[in-house]
């Protein structure tokens, strides 16, 4: 093992208290002897995942199509919270013994468990099964491989995509944005001024470290620099670039950029109430906006500088190199891929992105698209998707670019010093 054993065992003890804190065993996610005992004749699998409400019922509704297709395999799903709650409640679990056999994982965390060689390599799985990995989109698979080895397999996944009310554009003589500065001119057209204050503003985005990132690799940037062992967007410039644009368009009212907490919901509401003409998001918020909004709403590319690009995002699922039950829980993995009941069926409910040709390929995905042509936008975008910020330090030096984000975006600090501040910091952590 190497040196994030130990992160695993620190964080280990810290998450003590939070799993103290519920005596509930499918909300504190506690895995007892039930997961690694049969069930009657059945083998239980402990599936752990990070999607709660609507989406956790679909994995729900999922599990128990599975559950009822035959009488050999119980796959028991927990929600273990949030994005990174889950991944410190596997860390603990893995530290205790107590791992689970399946887990979802917010695919920029895969590299640390990796890392630590806690996830079983799927290769071989592959090889007895009629499954093809050349099958798998090839823009979802940049967290997927590590050390040549076949660790995870994507499963809820999304990307930014450029949501855009056409009707506000269309009654002001405006096309939809392709490029920043095309970008930059229709923002400030749709602004609307009374006084100080601001009726409309042109666009926004959530505050996350997502679109920042997409607008470096966009400007032919990279998070990372090749050989990891700094960031690759100061010396060259990019950086300054992107945050000199998105702090001009900012000063003009042409973008609001919106408070930290609950960023995602306060932009969705603006978008949805027209107090925004176009905003940056998800496109796993396309379902929620065909329901609510009463305009012209459609999807397209993330407006480019140099060039085209975005990130991925969402979780994958691996298998845990210490799960006693490997031949069940791959079963039910093939099964999902394989099934048309499975994860199609999830991706079709759930508005996430299908990730395999096959998927893409299905007459129920033709229906879809052909119904909501704002969804294949979204996956034809991944021609273009590329991730940059892949490193088992991500985690930490992600919490440090926020830092930076806060700084300029919120506090008005210099960009260039501020960014060199975030590298010097970033190589620290990276050479320590």
Known sequence: MRKHILMILIVAIISMLLIACSSDSSSSGGNDDAGKKKNGEKTTIQFWHALGGKNGELIDEMLKR??????EIEVVGSFQGGYDEAVT???QSISADTSPDIAMIERAYVE????SEVLEDLT????SSDLNVDDFTEGLMGHSYFNDQLLSLPFNRSTPILHVNKSMLDENG?????????LKEVANALVIKEGDEYKRYGFSMPYDTWYP???ITQSGGTFFNEDNTSVGFFDNGVGEEVFSFLKDVQSTGAMYYPPAQDSGNIVNQMFMSENIGIMYQSTGTIG???ENVEFDYVTTFLPKNDEYAAPTGGGNIAMLA???NKEAAWKFIEWMLKEPEGLLQFVIDSGYLPFTNTMVESQEMKELWAKEPNRQVAYEQLEHAVDTNKDVEWPVIMHEFFSAIEAIMYNDEEIKPTLKNFKEETERILNK
């Open 66 to 71: 599975f559950n009822d297709s035959q009488d």
């Open 89 to 91: 409640k596997l860390q």
């Open 112 to 115: 640390m468990f990796a890392d």
């Open 124 to 127: 071989p799985y592959f090889e």
């Open 174 to 182: 405006l096309e939809v944005p392709t490029t920043w500065e095309e």
């Open 213 to 215: 990132i997409a607008m």
């Open 288 to 290: 929620t906006l065909m």
């Open 322 to 324: 210490g799960s006693e």
